[in-house]
């Protein structure tokens, strides 16, 4: 096997609340084989999202290291860090994201565009007919619903063929039947990419759909 994707080496992170630091996590280590789908569950303020967040560099660990493909996070700063993940990473949130004065095509252009790809709106296109959008391409977020907002954010992760795929609840703002839906798409953008797939779920359909399901428990790994 080669060098895991994602490495997390005695992972930390306080945060400074009113009373004074809080510890959020207390030293995490665990490796992502590259094309492993991982389920982090546990509890509400278990520390899941904050470990998702760092190992997309979107916040800095107080303690220990995070390297992905290679590169250690330390040793970034934020200018690289923002140009790794528009390489490496797609990013899925619960709560979509989108920039509502574009349409659904230009948010999903909008990474590749800042890649500097030629083919941005071709590639927008065919990401977007490939989540069963391919008639709202010109409908603004507000125009569509959640489901299909979370369909477009997919796309948007999926357009630049990222290495690592990080979802934190994609499912969790939808009905069970969208959500079952967006989960297919899911499995189904990994698949066709091979991208790594990390995410954050409550719902244990999609936990059992992961290659290895790890649990969080105030912030250490259960």
Not at 29 to 50: A, I, M, Q
Not at 113 to 124: G, Q, R, S, V
């Amino acid at each position: 096997m080669g060098s895991p994707v994602l490495s997390l080496n005695n992972v930390q992170l306080t945060l400074q609340g009113n009373a004074g630091p809080v510890p959020i996590l207390k030293g995490i280590s665990l490796n992502v084989e590259r094309g492993e789908t991982l389920g982090l569950t546990g509890p509400s303020g278990s520390g899941k999202s904050s470990l998702l967040m760092l190992m997309g560099g979107l916040e800095s660990a107080t303690g220990g290291s995070i390297t992905a493909l290679g590169k250690d996070f330390a040793s970034l700063n934020e200018d690289a860090l923002a140009r790794f993940r528009r390489d490496h990473m797609g990013i899925v949130f619960q709560s979509f994201h989108l920039i509502p004065t574009m349409t659904a095509l230009e948010n999903v252009a909008t990474p590749l565009e800042l890649a500097k790809d030629p083919d941005a709106f071709d590639k927008a296109m065919a990401e977007l007919e490939a989540v069963g959008l391919g008639e709202r391409t010109d409908h603004y977020p507000a125009q569509l619903s959640g489901g299909e907002q979370q369909r477009v954010a997919l796309a948007r992760a999926a357009a630049p063929r990222p290495d690592i795929l990080l979802a934190d609840e994609p499912t969790g703002n939808l009905d069970s039947a969208t959500g079952e839906s967006i989960i297919e798409l899911l499995f189904n953008l990994r698949d066709r990419h091979g991208a790594t797939l990390v995410l954050v779920t409550h719902a244990q359909e999609l936990a059992a759909r992961c290659d290895r399901v790890i649990g969080l428990r105030d912030g250490v790994l259960a």
